[in-house]
């Protein structure tokens, strides 16, 4: 593990780094890739659980991982805790080193241009260069009462966005507003980079585990506890059906006031993405407060999800996905989503415009302006329906030559972000059980219930010779099958761009000696087992 200061250091490593990890990356692909991707922890240091479980998640889905540790004085008010917040570099260190961060990135003020003739006052000075979320995001929930904070951390972030060049950066739902603002930043700002969002890490009492936490004494512990005992009663009532604002607003309030120690700044509801208030909840809501005790500002929250569960099935090439989807979608009356009829007419647009398949801008061009509709279907002899740009192409989509293509055409990362959004569009709603080689992992990360399907490569080797066999090929050998599967595995694995990987939180599930409706049974008692 090395640590760095300067930014000099930081830029110098970095660039050697990927230069020496993307000489072998086609330039069309670096997006949203694994192999030689940078995963980046923004922090304030004072490192503890909930920290550490985003550098895990980013140590599983990078190569490098690179922690900042920088108590930002731009997000600080005048009258905050800026120079009493806790600093504990050594013990830090000491916890990156074992949750095996690669770079720990510690600048000082100054270093990044944030130093005292940063700030005046409540304000940030105007002789530094700022990034400004929209005001609707950064003035209501937190931002009413800290003036600053949410445009000091913008611009912090994106700096640290412009010095570590991540693929991926990792926050924590603990800080949904923060969360909001950061997607928000990124879309507006068009950075290269997927935020992650990792949930809230508690104590047992349920208290989030915050850096501030060090300032509250035993009995203000217990005290603070109350924060998600309200929440969750909240949760109790959304859950048996109440969707008002008000109602569940009043619900946290009469808990909260148990404790008399424990004062309310807040308790917000709002859409968890443009943070507007909401007076009553249609998809989704998140249901936000904050209050002190003592002299400590405490925040917590929870999404409350109205949608339709999802169900995200991965796995490698040959498991069953598709078909095992497709049954469980009958099974459990959701809708399945065709994500490879997706693919197909896209495959199917490529090809009828005659643009050579290797000129990637002239595919992402064609791609990111494209509309594909598809039926939903809930039955099993009901075939989805595709049409791509207004031209049904259900039955085209299933040539030779799209079924040649369609793997190459997939593994474009204009491609994948063109169907990204249209996916995600879907699952709005939710209700649905959808497959891919990255649809728990990229296309649904908050899916509820996710699984990832394995077999052996014998198994999938004998499944697919019968396959041939059924088509009246006869003289392919199970080795030979086994040889190229195994293969396919390999370059699918080490593939910089989505590769196939088990997302943190999915259900594995080996399908070797099973029917495809023992898989699917196996899922659909699953889905009740978590009750979705
Ligand atoms: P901080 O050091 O407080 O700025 O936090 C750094 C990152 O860790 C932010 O993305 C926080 O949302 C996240 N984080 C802080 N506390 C928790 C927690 N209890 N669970 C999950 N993430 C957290």
Not at 46 to 60: D, N, Q, T
Not at 359 to 377: F, G, M
Not at 432 to 459: N, Y
């Amino acid at each position: 593990m090395r640590l760095f200061t300067t930014v000099a250091a930081l830029r110098c490593y970095v660039s050697l780094w990927q230069t020496k990890n993307h000489s072998l990356v086609k330039p069309s692909r670096e997006i949203n890739s694994h192999f030689g991707s940078i995963g980046l922890v923004p922090t304030m240091g004072a490192l503890h659980a909930g920290h550490l479980s985003l550098i895990a998640r980013a140590r599983y889905e990078n190569d490098l991982v690179i922690v900042s540790i920088f108590v930002n004085p731009l997000q600080f008010a005048p009258t905050e805790d800026y120079q009493s917040y806790p600093r504990t570099l050594d013990r830090d260190r000491d916890l990156c080193q074992q949750a095996g961060v690669d770079i720990i990135f510690a600048p000082t003020a100054e270093e990044l241009g944030a130093g005292e003739q940063g700030r005046q006052g409540e304000k940030l000075l105007l002789t530094r260069t700022q990034v400004l979320p929209p005001e609707t995001m950064t003035s209501v929930l937190c931002g009413k009462s800290r003036p600053g904070h949410f445009q000091g951390v913008a611009t912090i972030v994106t700096q640290l966005f412009n010095l570590a060049q991540p693929n991926k950066a990792y926050f924590g739902q603990k800080d949904a507003q923060q969360v909001a603002i950061i997607q928000r930043l990124v879309r507006d700002l068009s950075f290269p980079i997927e935020i992650v969002t990792c949930p809230t890490v508690r104590d047992a009492s349920g208290l989030a585990k915050s850096s501030r936490n060090q300032y509250l004494t035993l009995e203000q512990k217990e005290q603070a506890a109350v924060l998600y005992r309200s929440l969750q009663k909240a949760k109790g009532a959304f859950d048996a059906g109440e969707r008002h604002s008000e109602t569940l607003k009043v619900i946290v309030k009469k808990e909260l006031a148990i404790v008399k120690a424990v004062v309310v700044e807040y308790i917000e509801l709002v859409e968890p993405n443009t943070l507007m208030p909401l007076e009553k909840i249609e998809d989704g809501g998140l249901l936000a407060i904050a209050c002190r005790v003592g002299e400590t500002r405490l925040i917590d929250n929870l999404v409350l999800k109205a949608r339709q569960p999802i169900v995200a099935i991965d796995g490698p090439a040959g498991a069953g996905k598709s078909t095992v989807a497709r049954q469980v979608a009958a099974a459990l009356g959701l809708v399945y989503l065709d994500t490879g009829a997706m693919y197909r007419a896209l495959t199917w647009l490529v090809l009828q415009s005659a643009i050579p398949i290797d000129d990637y801008s002239a595919i992402a061009e064609l791609v990111s302006k494209c509309s594909i509709q598809l039926t939903s279907s809930t039955q099993l002899d009901n075939p989805v329906r595709v049409w791509i740009n207004g031209e049904e192409v259900t039955s085209a989509i299933r040539s030779l030559e799209v079924t040649a293509n369609v793997s190459e055409i997939a593994s474009q990362s204009a491609v994948r972000q063109a169907l990204l959004q249209q996916q995600q569009q879907w699952g709005v709603k939710g209700g649905l059980v959808a497959e891919g080689r990255d649809i728990g992992t990229h296309v649904f990360p908050d899916a509820e219930l996710k699984i990832f399907l394995t077999a052996s490569v014998q198994e999938r080797a004998r499944r697919r010779q019968q396959d041939f066999y059924q088509q009246g090929q006869l003289e392919i050998t199970v080795e030979q099958l086994a040889q190229n599967i195994a293969a396919r595995d390999r370059a699918d694995s080490t593939r910089e761009l989505a590769p196939l990987q088990k997302a943190i939180d999915a259900i594995e599930i080996c399908t070797d000696g099973l029917s495809i409706t023992q898989v699917s049974d196996k899922i659909v008692s699953l889905y009740h087992k978590h009750q979705l």
